[in-house]
């Protein structure tokens, strides 16, 4: 049974004594929902990976409340300082080195010496993380492949036994962008909430691409799996028109009358990007009940197109 768990002082109360007893829970987050359990207990984190049939080579993001924290736990050189100063709180993630005395459990780096470090800006996060008073692992909160979740009755259809701690709609709909701050190279680890434009802007100088044949990728951004974000419904890309069998998702003004649904009629990219998630779990569940399949429109690379493209691209893999 699911159970939706109101984001008052009980509700945390209830769930921050759940994470100490080393269980799991859902919560919000302004990039989407993620399944939160005690970062220091090895225990809780390998349930995580069991919970969402992650492969354990995958390591998690690691969510604290302020930079203070985040320091007790990875190692700030002057990028990583700039980028979490503009930032944090928000939807950017840090990959850094591991500190010596880090109480995160190794398993929540799948055995690297760096680990990912987040300071979400939801309130109900930031609630959650000081009432617990430890660190956070949460990836999305979906079985792995599968679509993330943007609301708290998506994680309830998809994983009915977790409490879930009702945040409402994601503000931002995609996942966090990841940086890699390890030596003096900057990396662009993953496409997210935050575009590629304000971290290099922040940052005076372009980020450093890992290609995605690179020999060391598993490394460096071991979660580049090919299918990924996948409904369950195939879906065509670039579409102009749907055919007989497909539900089509329209972007902007030009969007033909007979799309399912348009993730933006004013073609605005946060927009888009905030209903991304929301409209593929719900034309999905359509779309099987009508034995139909989807297509997307074009949308434009630019600014929070990358990372909306870089999921669709993903999610239409077979
Ligand atoms: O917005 C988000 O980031 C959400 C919310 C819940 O915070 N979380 C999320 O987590 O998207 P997840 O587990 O679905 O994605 C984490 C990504 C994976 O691609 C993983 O490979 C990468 O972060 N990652 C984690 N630790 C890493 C590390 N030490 N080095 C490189 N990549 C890492
Ligand atoms: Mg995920």
Not at 28 to 53: C, R, S
Not at 251 to 262: L, Q, V
Request: charged share 20%; glycine share 8%; aromatic share 4%.
């Amino acid at each position: 049974m699911s159970q939706l768990i109101d984001a008052d002082a009980k509700g945390l109360a209830t769930c921050a004594d759940h994470l100490r007893q080393g269980e799991a829970v859902a919560m919000p987050t302004e990039t989407v929902y993620g399944l939160a359990a005690d970062a220091t207990q090895g225990d809780a984190i390998a349930k995580i990976y069991a919970l969402k049939n992650r492969p354990q080579f995958n390591p998690l993001i690691c969510h604290v409340p302020d930079l203070e924290n985040a320091r007790q736990l990875g190692v700030f050189n002057a990028a990583a300082e700039k980028l979490a100063a503009q930032f944090w709180p928000g939807p950017l993630t840090l990959v850094l080195p591991r500190t010596p005395d880090c109480p995160v459990h190794p398993l929540a780096s799948a055995g690297l010496d760096t680990l990912a470090i987040r300071v979400p800006a939801h309130r109900v996060a930031q609630d959650l993380l000081r009432a617990f008073g430890r660190p956070v692992v949460a990836p999305s909160a979906n079985p792995s492949g599968r679509l993330s979740p943007s609301q708290a009755g998506h994680v309830a259809a998809m994983l009915p036994d977790i409490p879930v701690l009702d945040g409402g709609a994601c503000a931002i709909g995609l996942e966090s962008s990841i940086v890699g701050c390890l030596d003096t190279a900057s990396l662009w680890l993953r496409a997210g909430g935050l575009s590629r434009e304000a971290i290099e802007a922040c940052l005076g100088e372009t980020l450093d691409e890992v290609p995605e044949t690179h020999d060391g990728e598993a490394k460096l951004a071991p979660g580049r799996l090919a299918r990924h974000y996948a409904p369950k419904a195939a879906l065509r890309l670039n579409a102009e028109t749907a055919q007989a069998d497909e539900l089509l998702i329209g972007f902007g003004a030009k969007a033909p009358a007979i799309c399912a649904a348009n993730l933006s009629a004013k073609g605005d990219m946060a927009e888009a990007a905030a209903q991304l998630f929301s409209t593929l779990h719900a034309l999905d569940a359509l779309a099987e009940t009508q034995g139909k399949r989807l297509a997307i429109m074009a949308i434009p690379e630019d600014g929070l197109g990358e990372a909306i493209n870089d999921r669709l691209r993903r999610a239409a893999q077979s």
